[in-house]
């Protein structure tokens, strides 16, 4: 193989490569003065002058700028000084230095990062420094805007008590700010892991909380939930924890975060409203059963007498009197069903033959609507019969309540695949779309101009929800405003 040795470049080449090397110049090092000899293309630009105007003059003579826009360390002097007396590169990271701009006509606010190199002349003394410098504006403003939302996430993690936490679920490291200590009651300094934290909970709320929420994030992507934590004096906190997971290409979990927050005071506040309503509901209860038995007997006494004023009476203030056991009998359930004592007595029977029941019971109420339901196969189901007529009762009541009496109600029962679903629809004033998903949550109620005056508490389908997740079954609504609504619930067959 032949080698070239004729690598000698032809006439000034160095000088043009010189030129349009990235943001250098030249100087001598004949101090004070350091006489610059060359500068970039580049360099020019940046600085907005011209070759003609800087080549052969003094440095600090072109750029006084140098001397009086920098101090201390960063200053070009003290560098220069700096590269002859070491015989070393002295490079500045990252300092600042206003341009400016001939276009606009303002100086500009930059940020450089500089390298100083000593360049030996023939009697070995240090002759030249070789300045290259690099605009770095744009990364230094990126990184300040990442410490600013970083700060102030920080900020308002402190002021709001948030702690925050980061699950690498790939490599399993765990991260968690320094409030979440606190939180769970440990000592400064403490380590937590997933599983101390795990060990504050009870195996039921893992199992029917934590380890739930998980899969159900693992489809929707995010992830809240409430829970008792037991911290090491003894002493019960409730947390509230919220959190996204960060999917892989391949749809694979690799990253959960979120925040957690103590909220033990509002729920305290919370337990002792639902107490509340636990015993005033209780309270009541007991009166309001008598006077329905007087007014029962009352009737069957008037019956008798042929006053038809005093008999239709009594017949109204029977049907107030129902109604108004209906809402206790409803709080009640609500204050079970938040001490977690709601439970469901499972046992089989037919769904259609329910079903025609709660129709005629609600039919002794309703002189208004028609309700058409037309199966009478018998539809074998293993759940609360109690319960879920009670949730066929809401769906029918909330028809009758949310649509005018000139239009029919209409129930459907069939089997689709191993569950069987139950629809009630009316062809009343609907609900909007961002309204759907919330009417399952405890007190929301819609608010409509068409329903202001209708009487409610917002807790008959979130009832019916915890009823139906109880049996693993599904709740659900589609509706159209103007047009109407179908509330479906569907149950495993013979589950
Ligand atoms: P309540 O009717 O006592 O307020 P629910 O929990 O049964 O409580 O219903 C919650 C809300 O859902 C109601 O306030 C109403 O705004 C809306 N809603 C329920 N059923 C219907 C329906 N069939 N048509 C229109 N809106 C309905």
């Known amino acids: 193989m032949s080698v070239d040795t004729n690598y000698t470049l032809p006439g000034n080449i160095f000088q043009t490569i010189f030129e349009k090397s990235p943001g250098s110049i030249l100087v001598k090092t004949d101090l004070p003065r350091f006489t610059i000899l060359a500068a970039s293309d580049s360099y020019l630009r940046v600085t907005s002058t011209t070759r003609e105007a800087i080549l052969g003059k003094g440095f600090f003579e072109v750029f006084p700028d140098a001397e009086t826009q920098l101090i201390?360390?960063?200053?070009?002097?003290?560098?220069?000084?700096?590269?002859?007396?070491?015989?070393?590169?002295v490079d500045i990271p990252s300092y600042r230095y206003d341009v400016f701009n001939p276009d606009t006509g303002n100086r500009e606010l930059h940020h450089w990062s500089c390298s100083n190199v000593p360049i030996l002349g023939n009697d070995g003394e240090i002759a030249y420094i070789l300045n290259t410098i690099a605009d770095i504006t744009e990364e230094v403003k990126a990184k300040e805007n990442a410490m600013e939302s970083a700060s102030r996430l920080r900020l308002a993690t402190e002021v709001t008590g948030l702690a925050t936490?980061?699950?690498?679920?790939?490599?399993?490291?765990?991260?968690?700010?320094?409030?979440?200590?606190?939180?769970f009651g440990q000592p400064p300094g403490t380590v937590l892991t997933i599983g101390s934290m795990r060990s504050q909970m009870s195996a039921d709320d893992m199992?029917?909380?934590?380890?739930?929420?998980?899969?159900?994030a693992l489809i929707t992507g995010e992830h809240l939930y409430?829970?008792?934590?037991?911290?090491?004096?003894?002493?019960?906190?409730?947390?509230?924890?919220?959190?996204t997971i960060i999917f892989d290409g391949n749809k694979r979990a690799v990253r959960m975060l979120?925040?957690?927050?103590?909220?033990?005071?509002?729920?305290?506040?919370?337990?002792?409203?639902?107490?509340?309503?636990?015993?005033?509901?209780?309270?009541?209860?007991?009166?309001?059963?008598?006077?329905k038995t007087y007014i029962q007997l009352l009737a069957k006494k008037i019956s008798k007498s042929d006053d038809p004023f005093v008999s239709n009476a009594l017949a109204k203030a029977e049907n107030q009197v129902n109604k108004m056991s209906d809402l206790i009998y409803s709080f009640l359930d609500?204050?079970?069903l938040e001490a977690g004592k709601l439970s469901a007595k499972l046992q089989p029977f037919d769904i259609n033959k329910l079903i025609n029941e709660t129709i005629a019971d609600t039919n002794l109420v309703n002189n208004s609507h028609t309700i058409i339901f037309n199966s009478n196969e018998a539809i074998a189901v293993n759940a609360d019969r109690e319960r879920i007529g009670q949730v066929i009762s809401n769906f029918l009541g909330n028809a009758i309540k949310y649509s005018p009496k000139e239009y029919p109600i209409i129930v459907t029962?069939?089997?689709?695949?191993d569950s069987v679903q139950v629809a009630v629809t009316d062809y009343g004033i609907g609900i909007k779309q961002r309204d759907q998903e919330k009417l399952f949550q405890r007190f929301y109620r819609v608010e409509n101009e068409r329903a202001k005056n209708i009487s409610g508490f917002g807790i008959g389908l979130y009832l019916a929800s915890e009823i139906i997740q109880r049996h693993k079954g599904k709740i659900w609504v589609e509706s159209q405003e103007d047009a109407g609504s179908t509330f479906y619930f569907s149950l495993p067959v013979g589950s």
């Open 72 to 89: 201390d360390e960063k200053a070009a002097r003290h560098v220069f000084t700096k590269v002859i007396n070491t015989g070393k590169i």
């Open 165 to 183: 936490w980061d699950i690498d679920l790939q490599h399993h490291g765990f991260y968690y700010s320094p409030r979440m200590v606190e939180i």
């Open 207 to 216: 199992q029917n909380i934590v380890r739930k929420s998980f899969k159900e």
């Open 226 to 243: 409430e829970i008792k934590i037991v911290w090491p004096d003894g002493s019960v906190h409730w947390i509230k924890t919220q959190g």
């Open 258 to 291: 979120g925040t957690v927050l103590d909220i033990t005071e509002s729920k305290r506040d919370e337990i002792r409203k639902n107490d509340f309503i636990a015993m005033a509901s209780h309270e009541l209860k007991t009166p309001l059963t008598s006077l």
């Open 334 to 336: 609500l204050s079970r």
């Open 413 to 417: 029962c069939k089997i689709i695949g």
